[in-house]
């Protein structure tokens, strides 16, 4: 991880990537996987700002693969469409 910039860079393009594929499709199930990308992204950008831990590069760490695990499910979810 080089910074915490670029993490939230990849928050922002893996999120926003996933809003933008399904924004075309005008269903119920689409509003519902875009109002999950943007809690994602709300909750994610909260962990990266949270000042008070000890161990940054784990932090970060498990941050990128939350992002990863959680992006993927949302990917399935949209191919099911």
Same mark, same amino acid.
């Given at each position: 991880?080089?910074?915490?910039?670029?993490? %939230? %860079?990849?928050?922002?393009?893996?999120?926003?990537?996933?809003?933008?594929?399904?924004?075309?499709?005008?269903?119920?199930?689409?509003?519902?996987?875009?109002?999950?990308?943007?809690?994602?992204?709300?909750?994610?950008?909260? %962990?990266?700002?949270?000042?008070?831990?000890?161990?940054?590069?784990?932090?970060? %760490?498990?941050?990128?693969?939350?992002?990863?695990?959680?992006?993927?499910?949302?990917?399935?979810k949209i191919n099911?469409?």
């Amino acid at each position: 991880m080089a910074n915490v910039r670029d993490l %939230k %860079k990849d928050i922002n393009y893996v999120l926003g990537d996933i809003i933008g594929a399904v924004a075309d499709n005008d269903t119920k199930e689409s509003e519902a996987i875009i109002d999950e990308a943007i809690q994602t992204f709300d909750e994610l950008i909260v %962990k990266v700002n949270d000042r008070s831990v000890d161990n940054k590069k784990e932090h970060f %760490k498990s941050i990128n693969q939350e992002l990863e695990t959680r992006g993927r499910a949302l990917i399935d979810k949209i191919n099911k469409l």
